[in-house]
């Protein structure tokens, strides 16, 4: 029987896997639910669905009207909606937790709170508040070293950290203040040091199948500069490693993922059927949790996804009956580099409306993924956030962000992207941070 894919959502996250799917010798059928309309996946769909991807009735009524046999959810705003339970308990199979085991992200405290409870490695000191009750005495704890975290989702703006964000007691009881008065649980940890790195599995609930590390750059300036942005890039290495990274950190930081779908199973007495996104820190102490993602990484998933050998069609299939076990995974043993053009003034106060001219060839090697687009009297324009992403593969990090970087200076107009990622001068400032980091 051929496959009918439901993809939910619209970026280049989603887009990158349409591709994927349209790539499998099982010819699928495929179909989007979004809040926008991405030409770059339209293309490769047969129907598209334009509606909210938070109301779990509309997702399941647009599968079930399409014949769906299986939805991949991309975005988490679905997950934590309950999206999932609701494609199941209309007989649609999903690649994406439920609503219950989704808190691995929808709930910073709930992630920290499993792993403690079964014992798994990886917390730095944290403590959940729901009121300022005993608050002053943990900060006094780690003066300067915390970082204060919205316990709910919050579009990447409910995180701040000591020395970036927070530079007196005074702005971190303002904070805390503040999400208390919208009536917003929160989570105090102890600030870590080192590098961050993303470690994915595929997960049918028991068995997991890893993907190659990732290293994203949140920072939208080079240099490290700037606010935080959902990722301007990403890289992997041929070898499946990070250069700063021991063969160890990235072992232990399969284990905790592994530890993690299991003690997720028991905990909510159901299977984690999806991707789980680790996201962590290699310090002097080891691997470290930062936080979970129900989801793939954008742009993690772009140079995953470009990478990933074995037809995705049969993961997502094994992901659903509970069958990955019977499975190998490849990934290609190259290199890649993945950067995003975004508009000038992005994120804070980005650019809208702008035509964005794609480039009529690609270099071989690289491959072009839609985000933030739209088509207006079929000219394409730039809605305001991460607009068309680049990734490069090829033997070596350098030479995929050669190609990658060709490919983004196609594009021209107010749009910035960071030239250094995956550069050699970056990837050595790395490694030397955690060489400096683990002699401390
Ligand atoms: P999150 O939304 O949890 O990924 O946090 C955003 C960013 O805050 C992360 O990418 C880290 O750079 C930083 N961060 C979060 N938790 C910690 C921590 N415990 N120590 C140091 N930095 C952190
Ligand atoms: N690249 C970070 C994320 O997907 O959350």
Redesign the pocket.
């Known amino acids: 029987m051929s496959e009918t894919i439901l993809i939910v959502g619209s970026g280049a996250r989603e887009h990158a896997i349409a591709m994927a799917l349209a790539r499998s010798p099982q010819h699928p059928t495929l179909l989007c639910f979004s809040g926008a309309r991405n030409p770059g996946i339209a293309i490769l769909c047969s129907d598209c669905g334009v509606g909210s991807i938070t109301n779990p009735a509309d997702v399941a009524a647009f599968a079930l009207l399409h014949h769906a046999t299986i939805a991949i959810l991309g975005p988490e705003a679905p997950l934590a909606a309950g999206v999932a339970d609701a494609l199941w308990t209309a007989g649609v199979p999903v690649v994406g937790p439920t609503q219950s085991l989704a808190r691995i992200e929808s709930s ?1 405290g709930f992630a920290r709170e499993l792993l403690a409870k079964y014992k798994i490695p990886g917390n ?1 000191f ?1 403590q959940r508040f729901e009121s300022l009750d005993g608050l002053e005495e943990v900060l006094g704890q780690f003066a300067n070293q915390h ?1 204060i ?1 919205d316990d709910g989702l919050a579009g ?1 703006k ?2 701040k ?1 000591c020395g ?1 964000h927070l530079h007196s007691l005074e702005d971190s009881l303002a904070f805390c203040r503040e999400l208390v008065n919208h009536g917003h649980p929160f989570v105090v ?5 080192g590098e ?1 790195f993303s470690l994915m599995s595929f997960c049918d609930g028991r068995t997991l199948r890893h993907m190659p590390a990732v290293q ?1 750059h ?1 920072r939208a300036y080079e240099g490290d500069k700037g606010p ?1 942005t959902g990722g301007m890039g990403t890289y992997t290495d041929a070898d499946h490693k990070l250069p700063f990274l021991a063969d160890a950190d990235i072992a232990a930081a399969q284990a905790i993922n592994q530890q993690v779908a299991t003690a997720l199973a028991e905990e909510c007495g159901a299977p984690y059927q999806g991707i789980l996104y680790g ?1 962590f ?1 290699a310090t002097k102490d080891g691997v ?1 949790l ?2 979970y993602n129900a989801r793939f990484g954008d742009p993690e998933s772009l140079n995953l996804l470009t990478l990933l050998e074995t037809d995705f069609v049969e993961i997502c299939r094994a992901i659903v009956d509970q069958k990955l076990a019977e499975l190998t995974v490849t990934f290609s043993a190259k290199a890649s580099v993945c950067k995003y053009i975004v508009p000038d003034g992005y994120p804070d106060n980005p650019r809208k409306g702008d035509v964005v001219v794609l480039p009529r060839t690609l270099p071989d090697g690289v491959t072009m993924f839609l985000s933030a687009v739209d088509l207006k009297d079929d000219v394409l324009i730039a809605t305001g956030s991460r607009t068309v992403a680049f990734v490069g593969t090829a033997a070596t990090i350098s030479e995929a962000e050669v190609l990658c970087e060709r490919a983004v200076q196609q594009i021209p107009g107010p749009f910035f992207h960071r030239k250094d990622i995956g550069t050699e001068q970056l990837i050595m400032r790395r490694v030397e941070h955690m060489k400096a980091v683990r002699s401390v």
């Open positions: 910073k730095p944290f970082v975290k990447g409910g995180v950290v970036d940890e102890e600030k870590i040091e961050e994203d949140k935080n996201g820190m470290k930062i936080e």
